[in-house]
């Protein structure tokens, strides 16, 4: 079941960041939205189910959406899609 706080370890948000954002497309933020944890992700933003591959790399975000937008990739609660976790590119 999702939640509305993730909390990963350093070395689960690269596995993160690796397995989710090579298969992301990376989408422009709407004017006027920030993606912060706790943001509720816009309409038009594209969200994907974390993949089972990626899933029995870092079990914790099976329950998840994602989205890769400008350079973040931002873990997602499908049932109000709230982010929980907004991961960046250095992780």
Same mark, same amino acid.
């Given at each position: 079941? +999702? ?7 350093? #070395? *689960? ?8 954002? !090579? !298969?992301?497309? #990376? !989408?422009?933020?709407?004017? %006027?939205?920030? +993606?912060?944890?706790? +943001? ?11 993949? +089972? ?5 870092? #079990? ?9 937008? *400008? ?5 997602? %609660?499908?049932? %109000? ?6 991961? %960046?590119?250095?992780?």
């Amino acid at each position: 079941m +999702a939640k509305d706080s993730l909390s990963l370890t350093p #070395s *689960q948000e690269r596995t993160a960041w690796r397995d989710l954002g !090579q !298969q992301a497309t #990376s !989408q422009t933020a709407p004017t %006027n939205f920030t +993606a912060a944890v706790g +943001a509720t992700i816009p309409g038009d933003i594209a969200l994907r189910s974390v993949p +089972a591959k990626v899933a029995a790399h870092v #079990s914790s975000l099976k329950p998840y959406d994602y989205a890769l937008l *400008q350079g973040k990739l931002l873990i997602v %609660n499908p049932g %109000n899609k709230k982010i929980v976790d907004v991961i %960046n590119r250095r992780a």
